[in-house]
């Protein structure tokens, strides 16, 4: 698969890390800092634009060791770029610790995964088939 990536930042492309990483980081490209408070909410460019082939979608992702060490994560989880969405690649980031968390540019802000989607017929029915589970959710089979 090829993807076409237009890269209007300071810094190299996504890479991937190991050989093993199922998504590349992406880089904060900011003039300057962005000082985020907590509970406080900012978008974070990236500098990168990509055209993705259609049936595929780019999902972006928080770095686990950002929400670990520091309570900063990506608010809209997973984050989806669409085949056909050619504006640049952004972050919505939040701080959900108790102190202020300075992002810099070059920062690695969140991760990206490529991964292929369906579009599925829909077809309208009267009755779904039965299981065991029914309408059990949101802990319905235990701890």
Sequence with gaps: MVVKIINQSKHS????????SAGVDLRANLEQSVVL???????IPTGLFIELPLGYEAQV????GLA????????????????????EIKVVMINLSDADFTINDSDR???MIIA???????????????????????GHTGK
Excluded: C
């Design 109 to 111: 802000i969140a991760q």
């Design 13 to 20: 492309l996504p890479q991937y890390e190991t050989a093993g």
């Design 61 to 64: 992702r928080p770095r686990s």
């Design 116 to 138: 292929r989607h369906e579009r599925p017929d829909w077809v309208e029915v009267d009755v779904l088939s039965s299981t065991d589970r029914g309408e059990g959710g949101f």
């Design 37 to 43: 408070k907590p509970m406080q909410r900012a978008l």
């Design 68 to 87: 670990i060490k520091s309570g900063i994560t990506v608010l809209n989880t997973p984050g989806t770029i669409d085949a056909d969405y050619r504006g």
